[in-house]
T-cell receptor
Framework: KNQVEQSPQSLIILEGKNCTLQ??????????LRWYKQDTGRGPVSLTI?????NTKSNGRYTATLDADTKQSSLHITASQLSDSASYIC????????????FGTGTRLTVIP | DVKVTQSSRYLVKRTGEKVFLECVQD?????MFWYRQDPGLGLRLIYF???????EKGDIPEGYSVSREKKERFSLILESASTNQTSMYLC??????????????FGSGTRLTVV
C-alpha cells in the first residue's frame, strides 16, 4: 500500500528557533515530492518540489532534503517566525495517470513568542 | 495572480439538503480536483476531472457527484447531505502533463457543517 507518513504530528517551538519536520514514504514509482504550507482556514500552498535526482532545495528559510534511497524527506525551518505557524503537508507523486498524489496527514507547527 | 476560487468559505446546511460547492479557476488548467480534509486523515480525493464533461472517481466518491460543464468550473454536489459530510472541502487545479510536477493550486476551502 502506498503511504506517506509525517512526524511529528504537532510541534511547538519558540520564535527564532530552528525545527525539522519528517516525511517517510513507500509510494512507487516515485516521480516527485512536494512540501505544502497550509495556514489555518486556507488552502495549501506549495513550498518546494523535489525530483528523484535532487537531494536539497531551499526556499528562503525553508530547506527540503530528499533521500530517495531511504524514501525520506525533511523540511528544515530556520529562525522560525510567528507566521510559520501552520500545517506542513508532504505530498508524493507517482508516475502515470492524471491523479497519483499521496498526501501525508501533516505536521501542525506552532511558533510561540 | 492566478487563482482558484471557492464560492463559500463557510456553509451550514441541514441533513438531507442538496448542497452545491462551486470552484472556478482562471489558469486554463485541464485538471481539477475535489478533496475533503479531516483531522488526522489528511486530504482525501473525492472526484477529479481532466477535461470538460469528464470525471473520475477518487478514493471516497460515495454520497457525492460532480459537474464540469466548462473548463474553468468544477462543481461538487452533495445529493443529500449527512452529518458525516461535515468537513473542509478543498478544490484544486493543475496543468496536465507530468503528474504533480506543476503542482496543484488550491482554493481557500469551504468549511461545511451539516446539522
Amino acid at each position: 500500500k502506498n503511504q506517506v507518513e509525517q512526524s511529528p504530528q504537532s510541534l511547538i517551538i519558540l520564535e527564532g528557533k530552528n525545527c525539522t519536520l519528517q516525511c517517510n514514504y513507500t509510494v512507487s514509482p516515485f516521480s516527485n515530492l512536494r512540501w505544502y504550507k497550509q495556514d489555518t482556514g486556507r488552502g495549501p500552498v506549495s513550498l518546494t518540489i523535489m525530483t528523484f535526482s535532487e537531494n536539497t532545495k531551499s526556499n528562503g528559510r525553508y530547506t527540503a532534503t530528499l533521500d530517495a534511497d531511504t524514501k525520506q524527506s525533511s523540511l528544515h525551518i530556520t529562525a522560525s517566525q510567528l507566521s510559520d505557524s501552520a500545517s506542513y503537508i508532504c505530498v508524493v507523486s507517482v508516475s502515470g495517470g492524471a491523479n497519483n498524489l499521496f498526501f501525508g496527514t501533516g505536521t501542525r507547527l506552532t511558533v510561540i513568542p | 495572480d492566478v487563482k482558484v476560487t471557492q464560492s463559500s468559505r463557510y456553509l451550514v446546511k441541514r441533513t438531507g439538503e442538496k448542497v452545491f460547492l462551486e470552484c472556478v479557476q482562471d489558469m486554463d488548467h485541464e485538471n481539477m480536483f475535489w478533496y475533503r480534509q479531516d483531522p488526522g486523515l489528511g486530504l482525501r480525493l473525492i472526484y477529479f476531472s481532466y477535461d470538460v464533461k469528464m470525471k473520475e472517481k477518487g478514493d471516497i466518491p460515495e454520497g457525492y457527484s460532480v459537474s464540469r460543464e466548462k473548463k474553468e468550473r468544477f462543481s461538487l454536489i452533495l445529493e443529500s447531505a449527512s452529518t458525516n459530510q461535515t468537513s473542509m472541502y478543498l478544490c484544486a487545479s493543475s496543468l496536465s502533463g507530468r503528474v504533480g510536477y506543476y503542482g496543484y493550486t488550491f482554493g481557500s476551502g469551504t468549511r461545511l457543517t451539516v446539522v
